[in-house]
């Protein structure tokens, strides 16, 4: 039902400058694969076959990796190398992938309307900030289980989880009412709220399943933190006039916008990757 995954990548990535001045940060790798591909291939377990990806200036590489590489796959073939593309061929077989571009940063808000050409007005769809690296070892992935809760309630759900309250600040923050397990109906969200005003520790983070009358809200929603238009306040809107869930997902998220966090997910991985090898 949900088929198409848009992917805002349009952003600077000024925490990881140099890294990120001619290269996107979403291509910076965790082991030996670059943060957007893990949100690809979550889309993908969700159930997702079309890839939207809103991308700006200087984010070629984006598109280039989503393709086939001739040149380089003719010279590995028939070596023990080839292996290490099977990933992503299997990715590039399975899923289309549609581009647009966000000219300047208006917001997040802005970067999903922008994707409204790419995934229609028809159709619910999901959104995954490549970032934000979630993984669950127990089960289904965070997306996986967003659309499983889609089909029950039929309304936008936003991921969230709970945070220390001195770090509220950097996110949108929700107020609900519980309606079961881990399951959250919306009453208003705010985004980065300072400490002392932050409705509740239940921070939003980069996984929404929105409906497509989400456009028409964020139409009509004003700039606001940091003069942009911010999806949580259109999502607050909706919330408002029809209904939003926030759902506590199972797993863990590393915040792979910041160094400590790409270094803890760089660490998860690779010991990941240790026991699987020893096995
Ligand atoms: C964005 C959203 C924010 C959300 C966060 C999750 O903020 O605006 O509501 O909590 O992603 O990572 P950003 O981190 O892009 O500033």
């Known amino acids: 039902m949900i088929k198409a995954c848009l992917f805002p990548a349009a952003g600077y990535g000024t925490r ?5 001045k001619a290269m996107p940060k979403e291509m910076l790798p965790i082991l030996t694969k670059p943060l957007i591909q893990y ?16 991308t700006g200036r200087g984010k070629r590489a984006i598109t280039d990796h989503f393709d086939i590489s001739y040149e380089l796959e003719h010279q590995i073939q028939g ?42 007005e028809a159709n619910p769809f999901a959104v995954v900030l490549a970032d934000d690296l979630c993984v669950n070892s127990k089960g289904d992935g965070i997306l996986k289980q ?24 950097k996110y949108g923050v929700i107020e609900g009412n519980k309606i079961e397990d ?7 969200m705010v985004e980065k709220p300072d400490i002392d005003k932050a409705p509740s520790n239940l921070a939003v983070i980069g996984r929404y399943i929105l409906t497509p009358d989400i ?3 964020i139409k009509e929603t004003k700039p606001g ?33 910041s160094v400590d966090g790409f270094v803890e997910a ?9 026991k699987k090898n020893k096995k």
């Open 16 to 20: 990881f400058l140099p890294a990120t």
């Open 39 to 54: 949100g690809v291939e979550e889309a993908m377990e969700a159930g997702c076959n079309i890839m939207s990806i809103i």
């Open 79 to 120: 070596s023990d190398k080839e292996k290490m593309l099977a990933d992503i061929r299997h990715i590039i077989d399975k899923c289309t992938f549609t581009y647009t571009r966000q000219n300047e940063m208006k917001g997040l808000g802005d970067a999903i309307y922008k994707g409204r050409v790419l995934v229609g």
């Open 146 to 169: 967003m659309v499983k809760l889609y089909e029950k309630y039929k309304c936008c759900v936003v991921a969230c989880m709970e945070v220390p309250t001195a770090e509220v600040n």
């Open 182 to 188: 881990g399951v959250y109906m919306v009453s208003n």
């Open 215 to 217: 456009f028409s809200v």
């Open 225 to 257: 933190k940091n003069g942009e238009l911010q999806i949580t306040d259109a999502l607050c809107t909706q919330a408002q006039k029809g209904m939003v869930i926030a759902y506590k997902f199972k797993g863990t998220r590393f915040d792979c916008g």
């Open 266 to 274: 760089t660490n998860y991985f690779y010991d990941l990757e240790k």
